[in-house]
């Protein structure tokens, strides 16, 4: 394991049901993030926590939901999610969470959890 | 806008030779640009960071250069190996990152 475990490893859900997505980091990091992977596309970053206060919400819709209930843990809460949702989600650390000029961020990832929307 | 390219979405070698990845930017002068692989199923891995004060860097039998000038980095396997088949990301910072290429490395 690279010291982010995330889980589960798959998810299959109905656009009605309300699931979660669990991360925790083992690294002694300060910063968190959700990423979403999709076929072909580059990662796109939906939420940035650093020291558990959401810094950054790049756009995500209200279906999506983030909890960091302090710096090693991360939850993305899911409900009424549509199939083009379906991706893989991957959670991160790195010791700084600042803007791109402010440190260089190297991120740890964890293997992601990949959600199926039916 | 901000672009990201990598050239190829794939690239196929024989092993033994040097794979060459590319990666080009516009609109954008990074602090820094960060290469990771990805393996099938899994989260992406950190490789090697340049900043934008180097030109090349070295670890094993990785390099990377950075021309700010051109805007762009390459990044080179040598002696490349089967077990180098893996998407390659490029990426100049933690919103901004390429689509990648998968390079295959055929035995």
């Known amino acids: 394991e690279t010291g982010v475990t995330q889980t589960p490893r798959h998810l299959v859900m109905g656009m009605t049901n309300k699931k979660s997505l669990k991360c925790e980091q083992h690294?002694?990091?300060?910063?968190m993030y959700w990423y979403k992977q999709s076929a072909k596309k580059p990662l796109e970053l939906m939420f940035v926590?650093?020291?558990?206060?959401?810094?950054e919400n790049n756009s995500v819709p209200s279906r999506f939901s983030p909890e960091c209930p302090n710096s090693s843990h991360l939850f993305l809460h899911l409900h009424t999610l549509q199939p083009e949702d379906s991706a893989l989600y991957l959670c991160?650390?790195?010791?700084?969470?600042?803007?791109?000029?402010?440190?260089?961020?190297?991120?740890?990832f964890g293997a992601g959890s990949r959600l199926t929307v039916l | 806008s901000q672009k990201i390219e990598q050239n190829s979405e794939a690239l196929n070698i024989q092993e033994g030779k040097t794979a060459t990845l590319t990666c080009n930017y516009t609109n954008y002068s990074p602090a820094y640009l960060q290469w990771y692989r990805q393996d099938p199923g899994r989260g992406p891995v950190f490789l090697l960071l340049i900043r934008e004060n180097e030109k090349e860097k070295r670890k094993e039998r990785l390099k990377v250069t950075f021309d700010t000038t051109l805007k762009q980095s390459l990044f080179h396997i040598t002696a490349s190996q089967p077990a180098d088949s893996a998407t390659y990301l490029c990426?100049?910072?933690?919103?901004?990152f390429g689509a990648g290429t998968r390079l295959t490395v055929k035995p």
């Open positions: 926590y650093n020291f558990k206060e959401q810094t």
């Open positions: 690294l002694g990091h300060n910063a």
């Open positions: 991160a650390s790195s010791q700084d969470g600042g803007g791109a000029r402010s440190g260089a961020n190297v991120l740890t």
């Open positions: 990426a100049l910072g933690r919103d901004r």
